[in-house]
Structure formats: structure tokens, C-alpha cells
């Protein structure tokens, strides 16, 4: 299994966990979806993009549509003085990943629109307390383990 491929299966337990209704909301709870993404896309975007030419067609993919859920998340938060600027700089990032821009360019962009979410929606961005290792095992064997396999390396029989 490729890096970038622990990364995505990591990132998508996030979400899973994050969206699961079986917990309370945490705080925050778009946007710490949306700071996930945009770290999603700033780490591996390199992986898809190389010297202005796509590396990895499947990859590059999925950073253009991390980008455009992020623009679409970003929206739907709720009213604040700086969403709109918030979604116009997802939109400049967006067209910074089409454009096959360097990875600087994004991951540096990609920052800034994580500090700002951070800043405008008061988001925590450590946890409150310890994960609970036992659950995310549970739910890693439940909602992802048929597909990322056991110990995540996408082998899974799904």
C-alpha cells in the first residue's frame, strides 16, 4: 500500500468518525471536516502533480474533489463576515489544482484557508480528551477494514 493510500484511509476514518451520530458533534464539527480536507489535499497532492503534469490520474481526482466538497462545506457553514471569502479562496484553490500549479503553491494556499477557518469558526484543533482507541478499532473493523483490509493496507475482500 502506498503512503498516500494510508493517508486516505486514515483521512476517511476521520470523517467517518466525525460524522458518526452515535457520538456528540464535536465542536466545530464542518469545519474540522473541512481542516481535514484541506490537509488531505495540501500532503498529498504532490503525489498526483508532478512538474505541472498529473503522476497518479486516480489521485489527482480525488484532490479536485476534496477541493470542491471543501467549497461546497465552506458554504454551508454557518453565517460568518468571512465565509464568503473563505469559499472564494477554496475556489482560488481549486483552480490552483486544475491548473496542476506546484505543490508549494497549493499546500501554502491550502494553509492559509485552514488558519482562517480556524480563526473565523473558533475551531479546537487538539481533541478535548484522549481518542478512544477501542471504538475507532470498532469502527475501523465495521465501516472500513472490508475494504482497507485489517491493518489498512487495501486489501481487503471488498
Not at 503534469?53 to 467549497?71: G, H, L, N, S, Y
Not at 469502527?139 to 472500513?144: E, G, I, K, M, S
Amino acid at each position: 500500500m502506498t503512503r498516500a493510500a494510508g493517508r486516505r484511509g486514515l483521512f476517511l476514518l476521520a470523517l467517518l468518525i466525525l460524522a458518526t451520530p452515535a457520538s456528540p458533534a464535536p465542536p466545530g464539527g464542518g469545519a474540522q471536516t473541512i481542516l481535514h480536507a484541506l490537509d488531505y489535499v495540501a500532503v498529498d497532492y504532490p503525489e498526483a502533480v508532478k512538474d505541472g503534469r498529473v503522476a497518479d490520474e486516480a489521485e489527482f481526482k480525488e484532490q479536485v474533489d476534496f477541493v470542491t466538497q471543501a467549497i461546497i462545506m465552506l458554504g454551508e457553514l454557518p453565517a460568518h463576515p468571512e465565509r464568503a471569502a473563505l469559499v472564494e479562496q477554496a475556489r482560488r484553490l481549486l483552480a490552483l489544482v486544475e491548473g496542476k500549479r506546484p505543490a508549494d503553491d497549493v499546500a501554502r494556499l491550502a494553509g492559509e484557508i485552514r488558519g482562517a477557518v480556524i480563526r473565523a469558526y473558533q475551531v479546537p484543533v487538539a481533541p478535548a480528551r484522549p481518542p478512544d482507541l477501542r471504538a475507532a478499532a470498532e469502527l475501523y473493523a465495521a465501516r472500513c477494514a472490508a475494504c482497507h483490509g485489517g491493518e489498512g493496507r487495501g486489501d481487503g475482500p471488498a
